[in-house]
């Protein structure tokens, strides 16, 4: 990575690559609500951070660019990625996180969202949220004065898709031009790899039955994105078409948190259940996806998400190191 960019902090130094610096200052104070709120110079520069970030962890070197910041994590839905990454990046960062589940709060005796964003905002530097509903999130923002982190609505999941962005740079040295196959429930972390993905230039392609694709103006946003970036974002109904020379074959439960038991959802998404079939059908070289939790033998086999092809754990690895990137780009360094 480029060090040309040299950002004095103590006896610390920030080095980052030109992509990085380029977008810092932009993301600073900023919050992120979807994939909407970045463009492809930040999505580029929230995944040099991580790669840089990672590489510190690796090395063991301390990196306590957050120091004296706080992260307020307010969750309506449970979480053990979301949650863990962003209470063990911010402590690794040199900061502190301190956990708000919604039903220890006054919401619970009908205090607003606002006034509870309101109060937060005086407390802390940055507030990391999971809303069933992003309407809630939506209102939220109408009292919070710090940056607010989306780890999760309905309709979102764009620190999700960042960090599996993450992975796939990992995994294939870059973004540009891969080809990723998303098969089942067209709902939050397909909106976000749809816009994410589109940003970074890859191409996108989502199979899906009627009535579970995503969002039809997110598919139009995610379209316009990935021609400006030479990507591009297809719906199909064949997942055999969806996987056919993909580098990445992703899915996600067929049933998301806070929605009822629905026989017939799950009838209708059980043909887009990734078996080892569908996988030889990718690239050689084509990885299995997954954002966790799963259900085996309901979304995916068994064999295809302990097999070989499959780089779920490594995904989820992942998440510490964008979920700091994303901490160190809005909330900080320290002064
Ligand atoms: N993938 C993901 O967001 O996992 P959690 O629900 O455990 O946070
Ligand atoms: N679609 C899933 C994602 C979990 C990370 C859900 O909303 O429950």
Known sequence: MASSHRHELGTFTWIHDPAAQAAAPGLLGRSVL?????????????????????????????????????????????????????????????????????????LTRGE??????????????????????????????????????????????????????????????????????????????????????????????????????????????AQEIAAQAGGSVTLTGDPHEAVRNADAVYTDVHESMGQPNNPAKRAALAPYKVTTGLMAEAKPTGVFMHCLPMRREQEVEAAVADGPQSIIFEQAANRLHMHKAMLLLTLGPSR
């Not at 990672?54 to 910041?69: C, S």
């Not at 940055?126 to 999760?152: K, S």
């Not at 992975?167 to 098969?183: C, E, N, P, Q, V």
């Not at 579970?212 to 139009?220: A, G, I, N, R, T």
Request: hydrophobic share 40%.
């Open 112 to 221: 607003t969202l606002p006034d509870t964003a309101q109060i937060l905002s005086r407390y802390v530097d940055g507030i990391a949220v999971r809303f069933g509903e992003h309407r809630n999130l939506i209102t939220f923002m109408g009292g919070a004065t710090v940056p607010v982190l989306n780890g999760l609505t309905e309709r979102f999941h764009p620190i999700e898709a960042l960090g599996d962005l993450l992975t796939l740079h990992d995994r294939f040295g870059g973004l540009k031009g891969l080809k990723l196959a998303y098969l089942g429930d067209g709902n939050n972390v397909c909106h976000s790899l749809m816009l994410s993905g589109a940003a970074a230039g890859m191409h996108v392609v989502v199979a899906s039955p009627e009535g579970y694709q995503p969002d039809p103006s997110l598919v139009e946003r």
């Open 34 to 106: 979807s994939d909407l709120d970045l463009n492809r110079a930040e999505v580029d520069a929230l995944v040099e951070t991580a790669l840089w970030l990672k590489g510190q962890r690796e090395r063991n070197q301390p990196h306590p660019y957050l120091a004296g910041k706080t992260l307020g994590m307010l969750f309506e839905h449970p979480s053990t990625r979301t949650r863990n990454a962003f209470q063990a990046g911010m402590e690794q960062l040199g900061g502190h996180a301190t956990f708000l589940g919604a039903n220890e709060l006054q």
